[in-house]
């Protein structure tokens, strides 16, 4: 057996299948066009880092100075800087969002947190991401969603821990299109995808009084 | 279904929490020296009132903290809920007759 070197890891890369690899073709299909439309979409392997540390210490300012925005304060915040995302979900714990390598936020973070009291850990296998999007997106999650999604009340820059059907996510408004993203824990994604494609599915048709 | 403000998410629906009963259930002093009737005291024994009644909630599909809720059990109206690190509020109501509880 060779060391695992660079070019091994990148080769193993070319093996990962995504939680919903096998119903890209039916989430597709699923989609939507017009007035009422909606789509569905899985963003594969983003890069998820979980952040624990007392907002108030001198590790979290730290840790801002790195990812070169502040950590959220409140609930249902995000903050955006670079390629990285950061989402409130407790008042001392965050979860990261990156475009870059898991590896190297980790490591990056690590170095800010250093000695003090937190944590810092890779969790990008622990959820995956669906992307609802469409005029009818806000209709289709409204069917499973005890939060109000109104625009007065939800807006774009929004994710707050909530439940669609009976599953928990992370939900994450991107944009006014309406455009959702959906992170459920990666063994439940399989449901949840299939429960908003058939959520989904009346929208086809005409609009009934 | 109840709607229950979380002290750090602000008010959801009860379906985003989990129960965790009785609040304010102190660990004993000196676990060792307690008889067996003691044990199943603490461990199983709870108060039962009518009226308000202080208990541990979590707030599991949402920041996942504890925290504590002073619950009406004859209306099941959440009268307040506080950090577990706050003291217990007084319950302001009175009920439909007037009656203090």
Known sequence: ?209 | MLLINCPWCGPHNESEYHYGGQAHVPYPENPAGLDDRQWAEYVFYRDNPKGPFAERWMHSHGCRRWFNALRDTVSYEVLATYRLDEPRPEPRVTDPAGEQR
Not at chain 1, 79 to 85: A, E, F, P, V
Not at chain 1, 109 to 131: H, M, Q
Not at chain 1, 178 to 192: G, I, K, N, Q, V
Request: aromatic fraction near 6%.
């Open chain 1, 1 to 209: 057996m060779a060391e695992p070197t660079n070019d091994a890891r990148t080769g193993l890369l070319a093996w990962r299948v995504s939680p919903l690899a096998h119903l890209a073709e039916r989430m597709r299909d699923a989609a939507v066009t017009g007035a009422r439309g909606v789509t569905l979409s899985e963003w594969p392997f983003v890069s998820m880092v979980n952040v624990r540390v007392d907002p108030a210490s001198a590790a979290a300012t730290r840790i801002e100075k790195t990812l070169g925005a502040p950590l959220p304060r409140e609930y249902g915040q995000t903050t955006t800087s670079g390629g990285h995302t950061a989402f409130w979900l407790g008042p001392d714990e965050w979860l990261v969002l990156s475009q870059a390598e898991a590896g190297a936020v980790v490591a990056e973070l690590r170095e800010a947190l250093a000695a003090d009291p937190g944590s810092v850990v890779d969790v990008s296998a622990n959820r995956t991401t669906l992307e609802l999007s469409g005029p009818a997106a806000r209709q289709v999650l409204e069917k499973g969603c005890p939060l109000d999604l109104h625009p007065r009340v939800f807006g774009p820059g929004r994710a707050v821990s909530t439940t669609v059907g009976p599953i928990a996510v992370l939900l994450w408004q991107v944009d006014d299109g309406p455009t959702y993203r959906l992170l459920p824990r990666s063994s439940f994604a399989d449901y949840l995808a299939r429960w908003l494609i058939d959520a989904m599915s009346e929208y086809r048709g005409p609009e009934l009084p």
